[in-house]
């Protein structure tokens, strides 16, 4: 009974067109800003992820397919932009500490609010856009200041 209820309630409401994108948006919405340093109400990010699991009904697919892969997907496209900007105006030591401050960033959002198995997905993105798209850059930097 209570997985058919879900089962409704997932068909009928939380991937209802109209709920579903703006329920998307906001997520990612929230996120973006906590980005940029604003405070969000981490507990409802939790429960609404939560929710998206456990209407999975013993997988993630829900979460999966209805957040995961847009949450990745943009902040692959945050951490790009960001990157360029930041690369193009400070030190070796200055940028590698953004680094490791970024990523310690999205291992809180994890904890906080994510799906525990998001956490190597977004640190493979965060690496591959800070680190391995600018490596070449990076060794020329830091190689020049040694």
């Not at 953004?98 to 609010?113: A, L």
């Amino acid at each position: 009974m209570y997985d058919l209820g879900l089962s409704l309630f997932r068909s009928n409401i939380a991937r209802n067109s109209k709920i579903k994108d703006r329920l998307l948006k906001v997520l990612l919405a929230n996120v973006q800003r906590e980005r940029n340093g604003e405070v969000i109400a981490r507990s409802l990010m939790k429960n609404v992820t939560q929710m998206l699991v456990d209407l999975g009904i013993n997988n993630r697919a829900v979460y999966e397919e209805d957040f995961e892969r847009q949450f990745l997907e943009a902040s692959s496209q945050f951490y790009r932009v960001e990157s360029q900007n930041f690369i193009s105006e400070n030190s070796c030591a200055d940028y590698m500490k953004k680094v490791e401050q970024r990523i310690k960033e999205e291992m809180e959002r994890v904890q906080h609010y994510l799906d525990a198995a998001t956490e190597p997905k977004i640190k493979e993105v965060v690496e591959r856009e800070l680190i391995t798209q600018h490596m070449k850059s990076l060794v020329e930097v830091c190689l020049l200041i040694w």
